[in-house]
């Protein structure tokens, strides 16, 4: 069983044309509107994306917690040592005073 060369010219640009014309599709987020209506989409504010604005968050309710238990030990007193003694005590909490 032969194939001509004519046969075979025409079967190649076929598969060529559906090749061609199958990847000539249209992708919404490849449009003129969709790119103006969010010229920055990665941007959350002036300077900033959302996981840098998520780790800044993440820092100051680190910072906010630390200084809440720092806070709750100066309410209950138990920051430093008693100074109603006439002896010395160390203080332990490891601050100068």
């Given at each position: 069983m032969r194939i001509s060369v004519r046969s075979a010219a025409l079967a190649t640009?076929?598969?060529?044309?559906?090749?061609m014309a199958s990847g000539c599709t249209s992708d919404k987020y490849h449009t003129w509107d969709y790119i103006k209506g969010d010229l920055t989409p990665e941007m959350a504010g002036i300077s900033e994306?959302?996981?840098d604005q998520d780790r800044d968050l993440a820092v100051v309710n680190n910072l906010s917690w630390r200084a809440f238990s720092d806070d709750?030990?100066?309410?209950?007193?138990?920051?430093?040592?008693?100074?109603?003694?006439?002896?010395?005590?160390?203080?332990t909490g490891g601050n100068p005073q």
């Open positions: 640009s076929i598969l060529a044309g559906a090749f994306t959302r996981l709750w030990g100066r309410i209950w007193l138990t920051d430093q040592p008693t100074l109603l003694t006439p002896y010395p005590v160390v203080n």
